[in-house]
């Protein structure tokens, strides 16, 4: 399933039939038919569960050739295996292809793992077991996608956090003990580096709504791989209710991803006024050559109107819920309690926003979590009010719990980065003159993920060993000019967007590629919460 995925997010199945791919199956699906007349190229994760799956279809051969292309390193003794299964020898070749990964964005990778919420427990609750398979999952993906790029890097990890810590030694082991030779590549001046982080580290970030193309669609409808899913938007047509968002396939949606929400609009209304003037154009047909002109362009013609009508379309869906859930006024606060101070303004007017109709619940209780990481300090009394106030409309009380929960497990002790840039005059100052120096889109934009100032630190050498250890001190080779940052927990597609601005900016001296264990969104972060309570409780 995770194969079929990664495939799926970097060709369509349009794309994969293009090039000679007459039939398209799982390793699992059962299949009478005899086909030997065709070739089979599987393209498959090397675990034991494919590994008892392939030796039972070489076995019983349904193709005639076999091409085998493993998406990460493969054991020896996985391969003897395949072979002694082999007795028709219809394997024709056996290659690595390292795709143990999903690309969400040419700077953007996950590596899905199974579920890893105990794994942020207090050492005493750890299940070891559970948490060594969330590791190793992790090492795999991140060992692959290493092996992509032709990179051995220097190793480091945020310090507190033993799941990142984990993964940090193991991936080190890999590359510089067990897997040394696969790895070695030329010694470069300044090293490439791989950090490891814990997504508790900045909580703030995938609790937020957000207003831009690509992370406001995922945060307000949901993007699967690629897929967005309009099937319960109300008038939307049949064929609209499954639609694809894909920079490598979408121009617009390329162009315009990292958009803000008005500028967004305007786009989208010079896309349609675009598609008004090709479609009175290829009305006005007069002559024979009108109609051959008409012809030739009619393909070009039908994939704009849907491109078009896509757009259209999620425009419609996410100026229906903004509307619906009042998320402009939300939001607005949110940001406020996220970039700036003032504690009894934002309290009233949480305290407001709490009791208007429109507002939801999963809305109301992000307000009293983000309050409470701000004022984790000093704002015992009002956060206490605020608890209260979710208690007295009706919210269910799990979800009302996660106030506690998430300065918990994510409060300013937990944490590594100065996530309010509050802990010092000299930070507090810094983040003062880059507000003032860059500006802001606008209100609902201010916020800068805490991914941005590690990023950039770590790429001018500035980023604290305290805080940030290498797993092998000798390691350190002066400031990291390209760097794999990987968020145990999840990333998010604001994190994205911030690494893809670096990527593009002249004022930072590197080039950077984000991972995580998923492209979080904000109920699934709160999901995410919420079984981390649920563990806890259960081992009291």
């Known amino acids: 399933a995770e194969t079929a995925r990664a495939v799926a997010a970097a060709e369509s199945q349009t794309e994969v039939l293009k090039r000679d791919v007459f039939l398209v199956e799982r390793l699992e699906q059962e299949g009478s038919d005899q086909l030997m007349h065709m070739k089979a190229v599987c393209l498959l994760r090397p675990t034991p569960q494919n590994l008892h799956l392939l030796r039972k279809h070489l076995r019983s051969p349904r193709f005639g050739e076999y091409h ?10 996985f391969l003897l295996e395949l072979a002694e299964a082999d007795t028709s020898e219809v394997v024709q070749q056996v290659q690595e292809y390292y795709l143990d990964y999903t690309v969400a964005d040419p700077h953007h990778f996950t590596v899905p793992v199974p579920s890893a919420t105990s794994c942020f427990l207090p050492d005493p609750l750890w299940d070891m077991q559970s948490c060594q398979r969330a590791s190793d999952r992790c090492v795999e993906g991140l060992a692959a996608v290493l092996l992509s790029l032709k990179r051995q890097p220097s190793v480091r990890f945020q310090k507190g956090s033993k799941l990142a810590e984990g993964v940090a030694r193991d991936l080190w082991g890999l590359v510089y003990r067990q897997e040394a030779s696969l790895f070695a590549t030329r010694r470069q001046e300044f090293a490439p580096v791989v950090l490891v982080l814990d997504r508790l580290d900045d909580p703030v970030t995938p609790l937020l709504n957000q207003w831009t193309y690509q992370a406001m669609v995922h945060e307000v409808v949901g993007i699967d791989n690629g897929r967005v899913d309009l099937s319960a938007a109300p008038s939307v047509r049949k064929d609209q209710q499954q639609i694809v968002l894909s920079a490598t396939q979408d121009d617009f949606f390329r162009e315009h991803m990292y958009d803000n929400y008005g ?4 786009a989208t209304k010079s896309l349609v006024e675009g598609f008004q ?26 994939a704009k109107q849907g491109n078009v009508s896509k757009h259209v379309a999620l425009m419609s869906e996410l100026s229906r819920m903004v509307d619906q859930r009042q998320l402009m006024a939300v939001s607005q606060l949110e940001q406020e309690l996220a970039c700036s101070s003032g504690m009894a303004a934002q309290f ?3 305290m407001d926003l709490m009791g208007k109709p429109g507002v939801g619940e999963h809305d109301k209780v992000r307000l009293a979590m983000l ?7 000093g704002g015992d009394k009002e956060l206490a009010q605020l608890k209260r106030r979710l208690h007295e409309l009706g919210v269910n009380r799990e979800l009302a719990g996660l106030v506690d929960t998430v300065t918990q497990y994510a409060g300013e002790s937990r944490r590594a980065g100065d996530l309010f840039s509050n802990r010092s005059f000299g930070n507090r100052f810094a983040n003062a003159m880059k507000k003032g120096l860059k500006g802001v889109d606008n209100v609902y934009t201010q916020h800068e993920p ?7 630190n770590l790429a001018r050498g500035k980023l604290p060993e305290e805080a940030y250890p290498f797993v092998n001190a000798s390691d350190r080779r002066g400031p990291a000019r390209e760097a ?3 968020i145990v927990g999840g990333s998010t597609f604001a994190e994205a967007r911030a690494v893809a601005q670096l990527n593009s ?8 590629v984000l991972g995580g264990t998923s492209v979080l969104r904000s109920k699934d972060f709160m999901a995410g919460l919420q079984e981390l309570a649920k563990h806890s409780r259960r081992h009291r």
């Open 505 to 512: 900016s002249n004022d930072v001296p590197g080039q950077f």
């Open 348 to 350: 009233e007017e949480a």
């Open 484 to 486: 794999i940052v990987f």
């Open 450 to 456: 805490l991914l941005s100032t590690t990023l950039e």
């Open 371 to 377: 309050f409470a990481l701000k004022y984790e300090q």
């Open 263 to 266: 500028d967004l609009g305007i």
């Open 68 to 77: 085998l292309f493993f998406t990460n390193v493969v054991r020896e003794g």
């Open 277 to 302: 003037g090709m479609s009175a154009k290829n009305q006005n047909i007069q002559s024979i050559d009108d109609m051959q002109r008409f012809i030739e362009s009619y393909p070009e013609f039908r």
